[in-house]
């Protein structure tokens, strides 16, 4: 797929917490994952503050929230985002009532508000190849009144 087309790609939120993840060889709940993904976020942000004021240096928590312009300017920041590629991780959901794995593309994204402390996390798919649409007539073609009816005619 061409850059262009890769951008352009429709990603939905994935809300359903009970439904399944494959990344590589190791499986998650969507739930589960989410979890995972704030956690380490969190763990990660906190322990180069724990390691910097160790050092006796402030940490990048701290200078992050606010932006110093001069002495009179001080602008408070809202939130820290972060953000998997733009291309995607390849992956696979099962989603629940689905037929099958469906391949396709997974997104991150992680917001850490400084004003309320919790960050938030987005988790969003995008198939490779989009569901076939299945017609409403489909479960009457196949009946076997249909069938009795379109072989008379």
Do not use: H
């Amino acid at each position: 797929m061409n850059e262009k087309n890769e951008i352009n790609r429709s990603y939905e939120i994935l809300d359903g917490d009970d439904d399944v993840l494959l990344l590589g060889k190791a499986t998650f709940t969507v739930g589960r994952f989410k979890e995972l993904v704030a956690r380490k976020f969190d763990y990660i942000l906190f322990s180069i503050e724990a390691a910097e004021k160790e050092s006796r240096k402030k940490s990048i928590y701290y200078w992050m929230q606010s932006l110093s312009i001069n002495e009179e300017t001080t602008i408070q920041t809202g939130e820290i985002n972060w953000s998997s590629p733009q291309e995607g991780i390849d992956c696979q959901i099962l989603k629940i009532g689905a037929k099958g794995w469906q391949k396709g593309k997974l997104k991150i994204e992680v917001n850490r508000s400084f004003q309320s402390g919790e960050p938030q996390t987005s988790i969003k798919f995008c198939p490779d190849e989009p569901l076939e649409q299945k017609s409403p007539l489909d479960d009457i073609r196949q009946s076997e009144e249909y069938k009795k009816l379109s072989n008379n005619n």
